[in-house]
């Protein structure tokens, strides 16, 4: 993440700068503030595919939005309410997650590579082919949280609760879980014996 900060500079653009589909994302969070209450006038935020690099959406209430395919390399999505939001397909590479509320949020076959996850809550969320190559997920919640094939390759996972989680099939390479709450009986491959 060093080097993409130094490419681009780490600030972080605020909403009212950026625009999607010709509206303000500023406009866009508004109206959808409005939907999740309930309200008529409201409209339910559509960022699919949308180019939503080093945004600052710190404390956004994104829940229920669409997100897919959108690229939030590098934003700051701290203490954001993203509950059963489709964040599928994303890059969110460097991206700032701490404490968001991430429950059933789908992260199928985004790129969380380097992002900063810790604190987060991703009961039941969807990150089946996830990339999280060192990811700092430490005291992150995934409990009942589908990772199937996700790659956690150098991750941080210092005291996540992975408890009720299947972990069948998922690269830990080079992760320390030694502080982690793992599944009872769960057994953590040994790399195989070089050969001579």
């Given at each position: 993440m060093g080097i993409l900060n130094a490419i681009k500079g780490s600030k972080l653009r605020s909403p009212g700068s950026v625009r999607h589909k010709g509206a303000k994302v500023s406009n866009i969070l508004a109206a959808h503030a409005k939907f999740v209450r309930g309200d008529a006038t409201g409209?339910?935020?559509?960022?699919?595919?949308?180019?939503?690099?080093?945004?600052?959406l710190s404390g956004a209430n994104l829940t229920l939005a669409d997100c897919g395919g959108a690229n939030l390399e590098g934003a700051s999505l701290r203490d954001a309410r993203l509950t059963t939001a489709d964040l599928s397909g994303c890059?969110?590479?460097?991206?700032?997650?701490?404490?968001?509320?991430?429950?059933e949020t789908n992260f199928s076959g985004a790129d969380l590579t380097e992002a900063r996850i810790g604190g987060a809550e991703l009961f039941r969320a969807n990150l089946s082919g996830a990339v999280l190559r060192r990811a700092d997920c430490g005291v992150t919640n995934f409990r009942e949280a589908d990772v199937a094939g996700a790659i956690f390759d150098g991750a941080n996972l210092k005291a996540a609760i992975l408890r009720e989680t299947k972990l069948d099939g998922v690269d830990l390479s080079h992760v320390d879980l030694s502080t982690a709450l793992l599944p009872r009986n769960f057994a953590a491959k040994q790399p195989a014996p070089k050969s001579e």
């Open positions: 409209k339910r935020a559509d960022f699919s595919g949308a180019d939503l690099s080093r945004i600052d890059r969110l590479r460097g991206a700032d997650l701490r404490r968001a509320d991430c429950t």
